[in-house]
């Protein structure tokens, strides 16, 4: 008797309400997915605890976590107690109760990704979540226009560069522990890349998110060298700073300077979100890409990614969903005497 076929093995990269978004709708195709996630954020509850203990950033990881917990049928309560935020005015205001266990567990253990296995555990995940890097990182941006013409400044900082009233023209990664050492990425990262059946870049902060991942050379490369169907999923409206006044097709541009290399299955966005779809149309071609404009947004006009309709659209863009076959049997590469893909 024969093994039942393995599932669609899926792996989102990004960070924050994007790459939750993201992993809310995989787990509505497979079993098997797995996030990798910024480490950069100098903000809120992650940036006390990095600046305190030197440990990761948690939230970002732990939002992650709870997209992944929210698909399962194990406890809501430690879902629910995972995203516990404390109120008040003491030492504990604004953290969440799962960036402190990340953070003890880090300092416990001593090993990020081993501690992020133990959190999967305890959460009853099938999935797994991993940090794009080991060591804390650090976003650096060169900006023009924050004196009305085009000279260049540095802005130091996630929540910085996220924010900036300029516009961004390049971004850089350092280590936050050791500026002299380069940020490597995680190799469990990097292996999830390589084996996927399936990539998804976005939606998310574009620069802080999504693109950051490419700034890690073995992560950059092991998206050029997959076989696995890369997906490139756009933001509904541009982010104020960051991205202000971007067109759809300028999130491309700018992806396509990133990594010149690169070169994506599918382009998924909201046809609500393109007022000009030929040039979006234009610039997926230019990356290797098949545009596809569906309607993801949730229509309770939150500005979020509907989690059911993105589903749909992902598996539209890797033609998979037929009966009879499971997802990785129908994305299978064909041997040499079966021809075409099927």
Avoid: Y
């Amino acid at each position: 008797m024969s093994e039942p076929e393995r599932p669609l093995r899926a792996v989102a990269l990004g960070g924050g309400h994007g790459l939750h978004a993201t992993l809310s709708a995989l787990r509505r195709i497979t079993t098997d997915v797995t996030a990798v996630v910024t480490v950069a954020d100098d903000g809120g509850s992650s940036g006390r605890l990095r600046r305190e203990l030197g440990v990761l950033p948690p939230g970002d990881l732990r939002q992650a976590l709870s997209a992944l917990a929210e698909a399962t049928d194990s406890d809501a309560l430690w879902a629910r107690v995972f995203q516990r935020r404390f109120g008040g005015s003491g030492a504990l205001a604004g953290h969440a109760v799962g960036n402190l266990l990340l953070a003890g567990l880090f300092e416990e253990v001593g090993d990020p990704v081993r501690a992020l296995d133990e959190a999967c555990a305890l959460l009853g995940l099938r999935g797994r979540v991993l940090p794009m890097s080991v060591d804390p990182l650090c976003i650096e941006a060169e900006v023009s226009g924050l004196n009305g013409g085009d000279e260049l400044h540095t802005i130091r900082g996630q929540v910085a560069v996220a924010s900036t009233p300029g516009r961004v023209r390049r971004i850089s990664l350092h280590n936050a522990l050791d500026r002299t050492s380069p940020p490597q990425a995680c190799p469990a990262a990097v292996a999830a890349v390589l084996d996927a059946d399936v990539v998804l870049l976005g939606p998310g902060s574009w620069f802080t998110s999504v693109l950051v991942h490419l700034l890690l050379r073995d992560l950059h490369d092991a998206l050029v060298r997959t076989n696995a169907k890369k997906v490139v999923v756009l933001n509904l409206v541009p982010q104020p700073g960051e991205t202000a006044g971007f067109s759809p097709e300028q999130h491309l541009d700018v992806l396509c300077l990133q990594a010149p290399e690169l070169k994506v299955d599918a382009v998924i966005a909201d046809r609500g979100s393109v007022p000009t779809p030929a040039r979006l149309h234009r610039a997926a071609a230019g990356i290797g890409a098949q545009a596809l404009l569906t309607d993801v947004a949730d229509p309770s006009g939150v500005g979020t990614h509907a989690p059911d309709a993105l589903a749909a659209s992902v598996r539209e863009a890797l033609g998979i969903g037929g009966a009879g076959r499971t997802l990785a049997q129908q994305m299978r590469k064909p041997t040499p005497l079966e021809g075409p893909w099927r």
